[in-house]
């Protein structure tokens, strides 16, 4: 079974920063398009960024110029680096191919902006 293990969340206030981090069992994760969902309280789980191996990342709107996705396959981890965070960003980060999402969720990180 693949398994998926988020890390790197926390509590930060407005205009802080986070590195999320995902460490990945799947032994094709090298051509895999890799994502960070975000689950806001009381909303469904979206997505936020996407990387292929090779080619240019998805930014959802909310995220544009504020958060950055990397990928090192030879770690088989994938990161989302949080800037200039917001109350509305807050919620549980999860990783997973996209958008296909065929693996098991892992448990998730939790983000949490508030001053």
């Known amino acids: 079974q693949v398994q998926l293990v988020e890390s790197g969340g926390g509590l930060v206030q407005p205009g802080g920063s986070l590195d999320l981090s995902c460490a990945f069992s799947?032994?094709?994760?090298?051509?895999?398009?890799m994502g960070w969902y975000r689950q806001a309280p009381g909303k469904r789980r979206e997505l936020v960024a996407s990387?292929?191996?090779?080619?240019?990342?998805f930014y959802a709107d909310s995220a544009k110029g504020r958060f950055t996705i990397a990928r090192d396959n030879a770690k088989k981890t994938v990161y989302l680096q949080l800037n200039s965070l917001k109350p509305e960003d807050t919620g549980v980060y999860y990783c997973?191919?996209?958008?296909?999402?065929?693996?098991?969720w892992g448990q998730g990180t939790q983000v949490t902006v508030s001053s």
């Open positions: 997973n191919n996209a958008p296909a999402r065929q693996w098991p």
């Open positions: 799947e032994t094709i994760f090298s051509i895999a398009v």
């Open positions: 990387i292929p191996s090779g080619g240019y990342p």
